[in-house]
């Protein structure tokens, strides 16, 4: 053994590399961040809010629609831009996926769904009425995952232990802009926290207006009130 230095060199290589593999923990499938639609005509933007996966329209290529197949006729004029999606998603244990309920607005219903990552750039999506005639589809991610911060993961009102207000920690709860939905950035490029209060504001603004219109989904009437 003592004449052979190059085999024993790399059995420590080796050795030294699967311990360093086993130390390292497997990175866990996140499925917030915005997604496109299986036929492209949405973005989605997922985030976690009151611990619970929420999602919500934040872009759609023709503006201005409306949920007109909802049964609920108060509900016919209200627009699809920033409208939930997907609905209080709870985490399976053991599992990389989230179980709730997904809002289809062709046909107006709510179905049992189940949210999976595939990768990190697809979401699987999993639907089923009264626990049959189950169908599903791929959605394909246009920004990257969005941190958990004190506005969307606040509980009832109660900040997260050691959370800080701080500008620094505020930062991230800017949502990523997504792809087709933002115009050219202007000349001097406002603070994160100025664009978060004005992605905020204008939550409600027409889908033709310029920059991010819906921001932050947990804060948005529909999610809100079911959230805090």
């Known amino acids: 053994m003592l004449h052979c230095p190059a085999k024993l060199a790399r059995t420590i290589a080796y ?6 593999s086993a130390l390292v923990p497997a990175l866990a499938a996140d499925p917030t961040g915005d997604w496109r639609v299986a036929d492209g005509v949405a973005h989605i933007r997922v985030a976690q809010c009151s611990g619970s996966i929420w999602g919500a329209v934040a872009w759609e290529k023709t ?11 108060a509900k016919q004029s209200r627009p699809t831009l920033g ?21 289809n607005a062709k046909d107006g219903q709510l179905y049992s769904s189940t949210i ?5 750039d697809k979401l699987e999506i999993q639907g089923c009425v009264l626990g049959f005639l189950c169908g599903g589809e ?36 800017t949502p990523p802009k997504t792809t087709g939905s933002v115009s050219p950035a ?8 100025s664009k978060q209060q004005a992605g905020q504001k204008q939550a409600a603004a027409p889908a033709g207006q310029s920059g991010d219109v819906v921001g ?10 079911f959230t805090h």
């Open 216 to 225: 932050d989904i947990c804060v948005l009437p529909d999610v809100a009130r």
């Open 83 to 103: 409208m939930p999606i997907l609905i209080d998603m709870k985490k399976k244990a053991g599992t990389d996926a989230w179980e709730g309920q997904v809002y």
């Open 116 to 120: 999976k990552p595939i990768g990190s």
């Open 186 to 193: 202007p000349a001097t490029a406002p603070t994160a926290s």
């Open 15 to 20: 050795s030294g590399f699967v311990l360093a």
């Open 63 to 73: 503006p201005g629609g409306k949920d007109t197949h909802n049964p609920d006729s």
């Open 138 to 173: 791929t959605w394909t991610r246009v920004g990257p995952p969005i941190p958990s911060s004190p506005a969307n993961s606040m509980a009832k009102g109660t900040a997260p232990k050691g959370a800080s207000l701080s500008t620094s920690q505020a930062a991230p709860q």
